[in-house]
């Protein structure tokens, strides 16, 4: 079975009603969310340049580094420092919508861990857009062959439009 990482806005993400737009997908993948413990790592590292939340960040990644032992060397989490240094010097003005996470994650997503990657956000959603724009223009780092699709919650994912995704998985 294929497998797609979910990237995306996460109310987006994380919200049954909303992934549900996407079911088509659901008989012949495996759809796996960004990792929750990892986006709220990053997001809050990247907000704490002045080292304001050192005690938050302690707690974090704590929890992160239990969370991702327990799914062990297989699971779907990345390196914070490989996830950075992808970030770096790319999208360093933009830390809303954790668009860095996201398009850190874009670029680190690879096979044979994924086969896809489905970017969800809502309608018109700056990060989404600023994501978008990015994954075009690094095309040449995001670590082939991956299909990838940008879709946003409103319009979902027809069963034409999700065909044509597998067709390239």
């Not at 990237?7 to 009603?17: I, R, S």
């Not at 086969?115 to 978008?132: R, T, Y």
């Amino acid at each position: 079975m294929k497998k797609i990482l979910v990237v995306g806005e996460p109310l987006c993400v994380y919200k049954d009603a909303v992934m549900k737009r996407f079911s088509v997908l659901a008989d012949e993948t495996r759809m796996i969310p960004m990792p929750l413990s990892e986006t709220l790592l990053f997001h809050t590292k990247d907000m704490d340049r002045d080292g304001k939340y050192s005690k938050q960040l302690a707690e974090l990644t704590k929890i992160h580094d239990t969370v991702s032992g327990l799914l062990g060397s297989k699971s779907f989490y990345t390196d914070m420092d490989k996830l950075f240094a992808s970030a770096r010097g790319k999208l360093d003005f933009c830390v809303g919508g954790m668009a860095r996470y996201r398009f850190a994650k874009l670029l680190s997503a690879s096979a044979p861990a994924f086969d896809g990657v489905l970017m969800v956000q809502s309608n018109e959603e700056n990060a989404g857009i600023i994501g978008k724009t990015l994954a075009d223009e690094y095309d040449e780092e995001i670590q082939l062959p991956l299909a990838i699709a940008s879709l946003d919650f409103e319009h979902g994912l027809n069963e034409e439009a999700a065909k044509s995704f597998l067709h390239y998985l």
